[in-house]
Each structure stands twice: as structure tokens, then as C-alpha cells.
């Protein structure tokens, strides 16, 4: 079975201050994707960043980065230059092998960490 | 990136009736789409994977003759709550995957907030 944890349920980061959301994960899948994505009060769920595995450098995208430490088993989410508009819930989730049908695959979510960003 | 889109965004509803709600793939083709229902404050808790042109797949505990998933479309999957009670208020949404194998992601709808009276 797979696990994903956030130990953090709530942040509070300064603006334009750096923030690492942390994300701890347990499989036995020997191939798999981990995903962050942002919730605004809205409510929509907003894809950020994907690392894969077996993949050999952390990834990027912006201001986000993944700090991948596979044989720890954490993919924690690092925000650059944090921005009042990052004040939202994060969600940590794991792809693995568990089969939907016509070669797509679940999801396992985290329980969130709510990011404050203070002026 | 890949934009998928939900209707209604928020709908009120008497008890007894049905609520229709529509998921769409925009720009792609999604061969599946998955439906979640998220409490306050709570993380997303999958309901059922729909696949185009088969039954959906429902998870331990969620009633499929409660909730009617048919995914007629590669660009569209319903969910339809049938007989809705109070208890059934909460927050939908759902995903479609977008890529093949690693690089398979789910691109999320905005929700819709269903209130049962």
C-alpha cells in the first residue's frame, strides 16, 4: 500500500522569503511519480510540479522546486520568493501501480499543509 | 498545460432530486477521468475511475447506484448524484489524465459545491 505524509498542517512564511513544505512518502512500487498541487480557497486544484522516480535531478518549475531524497523516501516542495497569491493548501501525491484501467494510474494524496504567506 | 473544466461550480438542490455534474477535457482526449469528493478542510478522497466506453470503477464504500458515472466522450465524464440527501453536501471534483506512462499527470477541474437541503 502506499502512504504519503505531511507532518505540517499549517505554514507561515514571510513574503519573498523562502518556504520548504515537507512530504514523506512509503511504497513498495519500484517505479513511481510524485506530484504537488496547489488549492486556493477556491477550490480548484492546480498541478505545480512532477518528479519521477528514476528520475536523476530534482525537478524545477519557476519558483517551485522538488527536493527529492529517494532514499529517504521525501520529495519536499521548495517555494522561492514567496507571493501572497501562494496562500493556499498543498497537496503531496504519489502516482504507483495502481492500475485504473486503459494505462492511467491512481493517485494517493496527503492530508495538506496550509501555507500562509504574511505581508 | 492541459485544461479541464466542471459544471455546474456550485449548485443548491432540494432533497430527493438529482444533480448532474459534467467534466470535461478541453484540449486533450482523456481516456480517464477520476472523481473525488473533498471535505472541509480535508484531503481529496477518490470515488470512482471512469473509462471511456466501459463501466466505471468504484472504490470500497462508495454506492454506484448512488453515484452514476458514465464517461460517454474522450472529452466528457458525469457524475450524477441520484436521490441526494443533506449528507451528500460537499465539494466534487474531478481529473482527467493528460500523457502516457511516466509522464501521465492528472489536470485537476475548479469543483463544483453541491448543497443538499
Known amino acids: 500500500a502506499q502512504k504519503i505524509t505531511q507532518t505540517q498542517p499549517g505554514m507561515f512564511v514571510q513574503e519573498k522569503e523562502a518556504v520548504t513544505l515537507d512530504c514523506t512518502y512509503d511504497?513498495?512500487?519500484?517505479?513511481?511519480?510524485l506530484f504537488w498541487y496547489k488549492q486556493p480557497s477556491s477550490g480548484e486544484m492546480i498541478f505545480l510540479i512532477y518528479?519521477?522516480?528514476?528520475?536523476?535531478q530534482n525537478a524545477t518549475e519557476g519558483r517551485y522546486s522538488l527536493n527529492f531524497q529517494k532514499a529517504r523516501k521525501s520529495a519536499n516542495l521548495v517555494i522561492s520568493a514567496s507571493q501572497l497569491g501562494d496562500s493556499a493548501m498543498y497537496f503531496c501525491?504519489?502516482?504507483?501501480?495502481?492500475?485504473?484501467?486503459?494505462?492511467?494510474?491512481?493517485?494517493?494524496f496527503g492530508k495538506g499543509t496550509k501555507l500562509s504567506v504574511i505581508p | 498545460g492541459a485544461v479541464v473544466s466542471q459544471h455546474p461550480s456550485r449548485v443548491i438542490c432540494k432533497s430527493g432530486t438529482s444533480v448532474k455534474i459534467e467534466c470535461r477535457s478541453l484540449?486533450?482526449?482523456?481516456?480517464?477521468m477520476f472523481w473525488y469528493r473533498q471535505f472541509p478542510k480535508k484531503s481529496l478522497m477518490l470515488m470512482a475511475t471512469?473509462?471511456?466506453?466501459?463501466?466505471?470503477?468504484?472504490e470500497q464504500g462508495v454506492e454506484k447506484d448512488k453515484f452514476l458515472i458514465n464517461h460517454a466522450s474522450l472529452t466528457l465524464s458525469t457524475l450524477t448524484v441520484t436521490s441526494a440527501h443533506p449528507e451528500d453536501s460537499s465539494f466534487y471534483i474531478c481529473?482527467?489524465?493528460?500523457?502516457?506512462?511516466?509522464?501521465?499527470?492528472?489536470?485537476f477541474g475548479p469543483g463544483t459545491r453541491l448543497l443538499v437541503l
Open positions: 484540449d486533450f482526449q482523456a481516456t480517464t
Open positions: 481529473s482527467a489524465a493528460y500523457g502516457t506512462g511516466a509522464q501521465e499527470t492528472q489536470y
Open positions: 511504497t513498495s512500487d519500484p517505479s513511481y511519480g
Open positions: 471512469s473509462n471511456e466506453g466501459s463501466k466505471a470503477t468504484y
Open positions: 518528479q519521477g522516480s528514476y528520475d536523476q
Open positions: 501525491a504519489m502516482r504507483g501501480t495502481a492500475y485504473s484501467g486503459a494505462g492511467s494510474y491512481q493517485l494517493t
